[in-house]
């Protein structure tokens, strides 16, 4: 593989691999947002159109959609090398820092300092959050159709209960047949490659020449099931064959491995059933536990989905065997971590260079655009349940005719969170604050708040 592609060499995209990493906070609403700004606004190396083409095919998938859109874009760049780099670069700084944080959480419990700090920060991620939210809906809503659509997915999602991969499905649909059926009813406009109308580096590349990694083959989709697939699978026959079904690792690597396959509908969708089988069904941890691993995937770099591997750590630290407990806990991390991402790479891998070639096709484009509408639906109702669980203490069902609606308990307001929110707000939107400096102010707010006004 050549370090250099469209003048780009490889150590420069690695160094902004790990930046991206590294700010990657707010879950998959604020690293695509991140990501936007880094890849689209600063590096021009991809295209609005081409970010947002690969964004929708990503949310279709099951797992992490932020982390294989950083993995499809590093593909892009450098092939297969520079789509690994990608998503291990950004999933490498939540991985260390939860680890750390499980170990610290294991020995100590719930400390009331990073108790303290989490306070901070986590009205802070809701100011990164509403900003993705205004970032992607000005670039995704192109039309009054597309409003609609968004307004549609908000409603199914939040009031109605209509499960995401539903969501998606009606949108694609509704999608390709107006532009099959009726094409003047939503017109097509074409994004400027970046903000100084240069064009983006990828789509340069592209227009110059015919890279062969994006055109889609038979030999090379059987290669890459076969490479994926074994990585994913053999460690799982191995538990099995070595350690027997029962064992912790063996039901870590299984359930997690169908989680990989089944869990559609963004990170709070997954969560709901990881926290009921690993709590219900398995026993790994305690109602309360997952909320604070929860919080932990909230407020640290990466994606809101490494909450699994602060699961598989508790799940082995208390069954460790021969082992000792924190050796037991740290290869589950491992392991947890290892089977959920591999299928990521396998999904994007195959499926990446056949949908590079439908971008040309216009119905394709027109289901894909519709559901990146979708999309700003469904980052709205993520932004309402994530501000709801900050700013209050107690959120309850409330019934509204045949409707249930997650509603605040008023009184438990938290009136220190909405002002650390406020202020992160204005100084994201209006001020345009780096990540570091505003979770860095907010968490020093927090510890002032429990540890001095609030004490």
Not at 245 to 256: C, E, N, P, R, S
Not at 292 to 312: C, K, N, Y
Request: aromatic content about 12%; hydrophobic content about 60%.
């Amino acid at each position: 593989m050549s370090t250099v592609v469209a003048g780009i060499p490889f150590t420069a995209a690695l160094r902004i691999w790990a930046r991206i990493g590294l700010e990657s906070f707010g879950g998959p609403a604020g690293q695509i947002a991140v990501m936007h700004r880094v890849l689209v606004e600063e590096q021009r190396w991809i295209s609005e159109e081409r970010f947002l083409h690969a964004l929708s095919y990503c949310m279709l998938l099951p797992g992490p959609e932020a982390q294989q859109l950083a993995t499809y874009v590093g593909w892009l760049l450098h092939r297969t090398m520079g789509g690994l780099a990608a998503g291990l670069l950004f999933v490498a700084p939540g991985f260390v820092t939860i680890l750390v944080l499980s170990l610290l959480y294991a020995a100590y419990g719930n400390l009331p300092l990073v108790a303290a700090i989490f306070f901070g920060i986590k009205p802070a991620v809701l100011a990164l959050v509403l900003e993705a939210l205004l970032r992607i809906s000005r670039r995704a809503l192109k039309h009054r159709f597309h409003w609609w659509v968004a307004a549609a997915a908000f409603i199914a999602i939040f009031v109605l209960r209509v499960p995401f991969p539903l969501i998606v499905l009606g949108a694609a649909g509704l999608g390709f047949a107006l532009q099959r059926l009726v094409p003047a009813f939503v017109p097509e406009t074409t994004a400027a490659s970046s903000a100084a109308g240069a064009p983006a580096v990828v789509d340069a590349m592209f227009d110059r020449e015919s890279p062969a990694h994006p055109q889609p083959s038979l030999g090379h989709a059987l290669r890459v099931v076969a490479l994926w697939g074994g990585l994913w699978v053999t460690p799982i026959g191995l538990l099995f064959a070595t350690l027997g079904g029962d064992h912790v690792f063996t039901q870590i690597a299984v359930f997690f491995s169908k989680m990989a396959v089944v869990t559609f509908g963004g990170a709070y969708a997954v969560l709901a059933y990881v926290a009921q089988q690993a709590v219900e069904t398995h026993h790994w941890l305690a109602p309360g536990e997952m909320l604070d691993g929860l919080g932990m995937a909230e407020t640290t770099p990466g994606p809101l989905i490494q909450v699994v591997q602060f699961v598989g750590f508790l799940a082995a630290y208390r069954q460790p065997g021969a082992l000792t407990p924190w050796i037991a806990g740290t290869i589950a991390a491992v392991l947890t971590t290892w089977v959920t991402y591999v299928p990521c790479f396998l999904w994007i891998f195959l499926g990446a260079p056949y949908v590079e070639r439908v971008r040309s096709n216009r119905a394709l484009r027109g289901a894909l655009a519709s559901i990146t509408a979708a999309i700003v639906g469904v980052i709205l109702n993520l932004t309402v349940w994530f501000s709801l669980h900050v700013l209050f203490g107690t959120v309850r069902d409330v019934r509204v005719g045949p409707l249930s609606l997650q509603m605040p308990a008023w009184e438990t307001v938290e009136v220190a969170a909405v002002a650390i929110a406020v202020a992160a707000a204005i100084a994201t939107l209006r001020f345009h604050a780096g990540i570091f400096a505003l979770l860095g102010s907010s968490a020093i707010a927090g510890l002032l708040w429990r540890f001095g006004f609030g004490a």
